[in-house]
């Protein structure tokens, strides 16, 4: 009991720290921001230390199925980090956030390029936005879409040299996929497949949709403003992790249900060679 309840207050010290992060790092933060902030911090607190507190199941899958979350909540926090840095480095230049800003120019070199993810992002400013907001979205784009690769490619090799899941012991469905529920609707390999091919292939347009939507949307509702360093930071973030946690889910359900199938003919081998006759 203490050891989960001082585990759940871990974590939600770090999911405050990951909020409230651009807003202490960047000058000229204004106090009505810092509230809405802090309003954040608490709600977010809350909810970890109620999930991770608890016995039951409640709405964060794969809770006891580590390194999953792990590898999303550090993605996440590197990249919130990282452009925390670069955005800070053009108002009060550092060592580490010239080089992360040097980084993310050999970065966006590479993958800013005609109908890449990066390029999008890009393209998805107003045309009379100023060379230098240009860049550091650019920038911002290639170091966050390189950091959820790595995430990406972290979480597979898990996946196949450490033997996630079962590397830490037994896998409990309902625990560690508390929204989905194997008695409904039909097979249970066949539902996890399913679910596995929506997500992946819903990680992967995601980057490519997501700038395309928010340039026909800013026709209708205006135009975001990406001037804002915070602004900036949380929607490239944000635009960056969710396709790739997406993809990651996917992965863990295909992978949950290769052990599912693999384990039912192991028992359909075990009873057919006790039913052959001696």
Known sequence: MITRLT??????????LLVVMPSFALPGVTSDTMQIVALVAIFAAGLIIFEYGSVYPGLIEFRDAPPFNRI???SLLSTVFVLTLISR??????????FFQAFGYKMAGIFDFPYSPVRLVVLMLP??????????LRI??????VISLLSLALFYYVIRMRRWPVHSGTFNVWVNLPTFDPTVGGDIVNRLTRDARFN??????????????TKAAGSLFGVIAMDNPQTMIWIVAAWAFLPASLFMRGLAMSRIAALIEAKRRM????????????
């Open 7 to 16: 585990g759940a207050l871990v974590r939600a010290i770090l999911m405050v």
């Open 72 to 74: 999303r909540f550090v």
């Open 89 to 98: 480095n053009s108002m009060d230049p550092t060592a580490l956030g010239s």
């Open 127 to 136: 045309e009379n936005t100023s060379y230098a907001l240009v860049q550091q």
């Open 140 to 145: 911002a784009a290639a170091i966050a879409y």
């Open 200 to 213: 992946i292939v819903l990680g992967f347009l995601m980057p490519f949709f997501v700038p395309a939507m």
């Open 267 to 278: 028992n359909a081998q075990a009873t057919g060679a006790m039913l052959q006759p001696a």
